[in-house]
């Protein structure tokens, strides 16, 4: 099977560099590479294709239509020509074996619909006594472990998996750092025109879709990245970032897993009420501006404005 990797960008020339140079060095890298770039002034896009044209079979880079992480994901699976589509960011670094991992999943297990790479350095929450019981309030099937889940209002965890005694690890929803989905289980286009901007819970809803479709999805603790977060344009407004979170997992709950507008609303408050509580000792302006930007979401949701 054909594989195309769609990798959207902004103002991160040095770093997406970086991520090609890792994806072009996998003893199975993609026959296609897809980069859809929003940076403000562009890239050397000729540049940019002599560098990498001799790494993947098809690399085509491109002007970004509409900026945001969504949109342009949109727009290069468009474009992409493969049997598969993956979606990478452009700040991970993949350990040797990893595409191969993936892809060799796939094509063994006709019944999984995506599967993902671990983040070696994203590890998974501490659920304690506290966060347990109020995850039970919002939970339909409580009593069932945490890790992997979309509870309530769309409340995702990732599954502990890194450290696990199974290689595979079957998850209700995939991060779109590092993962790979057949394309027949897509949605076509495969992200709403809701997620803008950063896109804050996109990766929840493209993965939510594949399962309700009878699509299984699964994270391999062997296909591993690390995940170089880095600061961005999007990620300046502590309290947008925040009010989109409540919006977006406000229209996944809702549109997709079919939730009362009432409970989500009231599920969501409680939810965020803990996390701000949960925050209080290392409390300061980011605190501040993430707490008012959730409440304000909420507010503006309990008037059915948004």
Same mark, same amino acid.
């Given at each position: 099977m054909k594989l195309s990797f769609v990798i959207p960008t902004?103002?991160?020339?040095?770093? #997406?560099?970086?991520? #090609?140079?890792?994806?072009?060095?996998?003893?199975?890298?993609?026959?296609?590479?897809?980069?859809?770039?929003?940076?403000?002034?562009?890239?050397?896009?000729?540049?940019?294709?002599?560098?990498?044209?001799q790494g993947f079979q098809n690399f085509v880079p491109v002007r970004a239509e509409k900026p945001g992480a969504a949109a342009q994901r949109?727009?290069?699976?468009?474009?992409?020509?493969?049997?598969?589509?993956?979606?990478?960011?452009?700040?991970?670094?993949?350990?040797?074996g990893c595409v191969r991992a993936l892809r060799d999943f796939l094509a063994k297990e006709p019944d999984f619909g995506g599967v993902s790479a671990t983040i070696a350095n994203q590890a998974p929450r501490n659920f304690g006594r506290a966060t347990r019981w109020v995850a039970r309030l919002i939970d339909a099937t409580p009593g069932r472990p945490l890790d992997g889940r979309?509870?309530?209002?769309?409340?995702?965890?990732?599954?502990?998996?890194?450290?696990?005694?199974?290689?595979?690890?079957?998850?209700?929803w995939l991060p779109t750092t590092c993962t790979i989905y057949r394309r027949s289980?897509?949605?076509?286009?495969?992200?709403?025109?809701?997620?803008?901007?950063?896109?804050?819970?996109?990766?929840?809803?493209?993965?939510?879709?594949?399962?309700?479709?009878?699509?299984?999805?699964?994270?391999?603790?062997d296909a591993r990245i690390f995940h170089d977060t880095q600061p961005g344009d999007h990620k300046r407004s502590a309290s947008g970032v925040a009010a989109m979170g409540i919006r977006n997992r406000y229209y996944v709950a809702t549109t997709l897993l079919g939730r009362s507008r009432w409970s989500t609303w009231w599920q969501l408050t409680l939810w965020q009420g803990f996390c701000g509580v949960a925050g209080l000792r290392k409390a300061g302006r980011i605190w501040f501006l993430q707490n008012w930007g959730a409440a304000s979401a909420l507010g503006l949701i309990a008037l059915r404005r948004k």
């Open positions: 902004r103002n991160r020339g040095v770093r #997406l560099r970086a991520t #090609l140079a890792g994806l072009a060095r996998q003893s199975a890298a993609p026959e296609q590479v897809v980069v859809v770039d929003a940076s403000e002034g562009g890239f050397d896009l000729p540049r940019l294709a002599a560098e990498f044209s949109n727009q290069g699976v468009a474009i992409a020509s493969g049997d598969w589509i993956g979606f990478c960011d452009d700040d991970v670094d993949l350990e040797p979309v509870i309530g209002p769309a409340i995702n965890f990732l599954p502990r998996i890194a450290d696990a005694a199974e290689a595979v690890c079957e998850t209700e289980a897509l949605l076509q286009p495969p992200f709403g025109d809701q997620f803008q901007g950063y896109s804050m819970l996109e990766d929840v809803c493209l993965s939510l879709g594949v399962a309700r479709r009878g699509r299984r999805l699964a994270i391999l603790r």
